[in-house]
């Protein structure tokens, strides 16, 4: 396809519409001659519009006549007109060499340094920091990218920043990418010697309750809250178990003591989303034909190096890429050549019946809830609510899921462990 369309355009090619009572017979009588048409189609006023070689625009004028139709050229298209054209502008043509050229000069330049980690936000050493650091060591815009040992450079930055593992250097266009990954953070020794609570990060009915550590607040079968203490690591002193007894003997002051809650808390917890689908869908699908127009941009003006700003579709999808100069510091070249593809599209209605329309809702809900689900959890039931009548154009449900899952979270408390309870541990 690609080879055709470039040597079409080699060719040359033009445009025509074919006007008549019977256009039909004109195309059955150019098949007959074997002379290659291609994108033919229909326009919204009743005339077929198709591309042909310009070297065969002769052929078809008598297979006009014997038709009784009428031909008109609307576009030529390819190498040879673009040539004609530039013929009478030379200046377009000397500017355009000069565009051409200073973007290949100016891509052997970097223009912009990025900072990309590898593993989330930085943490210990900030972009401007990296930066800094590679530009006293010659990384900077303005370089010319075959001036720089890269292999160097990356050692260089590792031994400068004593805080990050690794660095690479890569490059995409004119920007250079500095991607690294900074080296892992020792947890503090105390982290795990401070008393803590375990508390519920959502909402949900308990189903499992292990204490290892600490004092259970509720117990299998409790509906708990977000923030709802589970495990408490405050321990409260009992009463004696013989009251009388221990009238006789002096008192003691009970003190509470601190640990570090540790335990296994699993709950029942609910999800929902609600989901509205038309029924009424539109689909757009590809046909495979496109055209392609390409057009520079300056401060005088635009013009077209390729194709023009009709085309024969009449749905479409179309994509824009702009491609622009880059600029030094201030100094910008007021240049853009934007590359323009119309690609068309059938459009396809089609009615959903209900049953459908609640299935793909379901779908997208069950995968909107899926996003909010954590690691581990166990999905135990879903339940499926229509919110909308069957006859109804906008189909609305409500989909809930039921989850079995870890809801506690280690929560520090101030003071100290207990000595009693270090001790014990340490033994």
């Not at 690609?2 to 519409?17: A, Q, W």
């Not at 260089?156 to 920043?161: G, I, M, N, S, T």
């Not at 029924?279 to 003006?301: H, Y």
Request: charged share 30%.
């Amino acid at each position: 396809m690609f080879i055709e369309n470039l040597l079409s355009y080699i060719e040359g090619y033009i445009i025509l519409d074919i006007k008549g009572d019977n256009p039909e017979n004109f195309l059955n009588l150019a098949l007959e001659r074997r002379i290659r048409l291609w994108d033919i189609l229909r326009n919204p006023d009743g005339n077929i519009r198709f591309k042909m070689p310009v070297k065969d625009y002769r052929l078809i004028r008598p297979l006009a006549r014997e038709s009784n139709c009428r031909v008109h050229i609307m576009d030529k298209r390819g190498l040879p007109f673009f040539i004609n054209r530039l013929r009478g502008r030379k200046f377009m043509v000397v500017g355009f060499a000069t565009f051409f050229i200073t973007i290949y000069f100016l891509s052997t330049f970097i223009w912009v340094v990025d900072v990309k980690p590898e593993n989330g936000p930085l943490r210990q050493v900030t972009v401007d920091k990296v930066i800094s650091v590679a530009r006293q060591e010659g990384l900077k815009p303005g370089v010319r990218k075959n001036s720089l040992d890269i292999r160097a450079l990356e050692h260089q930055l590792e031994q400068r920043l004593p805080q990050v593992a690794w660095v690479g250097i890569s490059f995409s266009g004119t920007k250079a990418n500095i991607n690294l990954v900074e080296k892992a953070i020792p947890p503090k020794e105390d982290t795990f010697d401070r008393p803590a609570s375990i508390i519920a990060v959502k909402d949900g009915v308990i189903k499992q309750l292990l204490v290892i550590n600490g004092e259970g607040r509720v117990a299998v079968g409790d509906t708990v809250r977000r923030g709802e203490v589970l495990i408490s690591g405050l321990i409260l002193p009992s009463e004696p178990k013989d009251k009388e007894e221990e009238k006789d003997k002096p008192k003691k002051v009970l003190k509470p003591r601190l640990v570090r809650a540790k335990g296994i808390v699993r709950a029942r917890v609910w999800y929902g989303k609600k989901c509205e689908i038309n029924r009424q869908q539109v689909q757009e699908i590809p046909t495979g034909r496109q055209q392609t127009a390409i057009k520079v941009i300056t401060s005088k003006g635009q013009f077209f190096i390729k194709g023009s700003a009709r085309h024969l579709y009449k749905n479409y999808q179309q994509d824009n890429k702009v491609i622009k100069l880059p600029s030094w510091g201030k100094f910008s070249i007021p240049v853009e050549l934007v590359v323009t593809t119309y690609s068309e599209v059938k459009i396809k209605r089609n009615d959903l019946k209900y049953e459908q329309a609640v299935s793909i809702g379901t779908k997208k809900a069950l995968d909107l809830i899926k996003k909010d689900l954590p690691k581990g959890a166990k999905v135990i039931a879903r339940k499926i609510i229509p919110l909308s009548k069957p006859e109804d154009k906008l189909v609305r449900i409500r989909v809930l899921l039921e989850t079995e899952e870890e809801i506690g979270k280690s929560v520090p408390l101030k003071g100290k462990i207990d000595q009693g309870e270090k001790d014990n541990k340490n033994k």
